[in-house]
């Protein structure tokens, strides 16, 4: 059984900058496909980034491309978030998420909620002055 445990979060004022961990156990890291999505209050969960296992291939929301990097260390089972030029509407609790995809993945896959296996607790990420 995977588990997914984020960190990382907490209180940032817009322009800034936070860097959110994902750490996974149960089964090999590189096997999967790392995804991270966000839940505002009242919205549907939106798809933030995925990353291949190789991290050859990363894709982003529209919300935070340009804005939001997605990594990743097979060697340490670790999802990085890095978030710079925060804005209040990035406040969410952010989720990362574990899939095989074993069709491969792409754009659309990758943004799928249904293509992830595992999921986090998610950690809150609050942008205000």
């Known amino acids: 059984q995977v588990q997914l445990v984020e960190s990382g979060g907490g209180l940032v004022q817009p322009g800034g900058s936070l860097k959110l961990s994902c750490v996974h156990s149960g089964h090999t890291f590189a096997e999967y496909t790392m995804g991270w999505f966000r839940q505002a209050p009242g919205k549907e969960r939106e798809f933030v980034g995925a990353?291949?296992?190789?991290?050859?291939?990363?894709y982003y929301g529209d919300s935070v491309k340009g804005r939001f990097t997605i990594s990743r260390d097979n060697t340490k089972n670790m999802a990085y978030l890095q978030m710079n030029n925060l804005k209040p509407e990035d406040t969410a609790v952010y989720y990362c998420?574990?899939?095989?995809?074993?069709?491969?993945?792409?754009?659309?896959?990758?943004?799928?909620?249904?293509?992830?296996?595992?999921w986090g607790q998610g950690t809150q990420v609050t942008v205000a002055s």
């Open positions: 990353i291949s296992w190789s991290a050859y291939t990363r």
């Open positions: 998420a574990a899939g095989t995809l074993i069709g491969g993945l792409n754009e659309v896959v990758a943004g799928l909620k249904s293509s992830y296996d595992y």
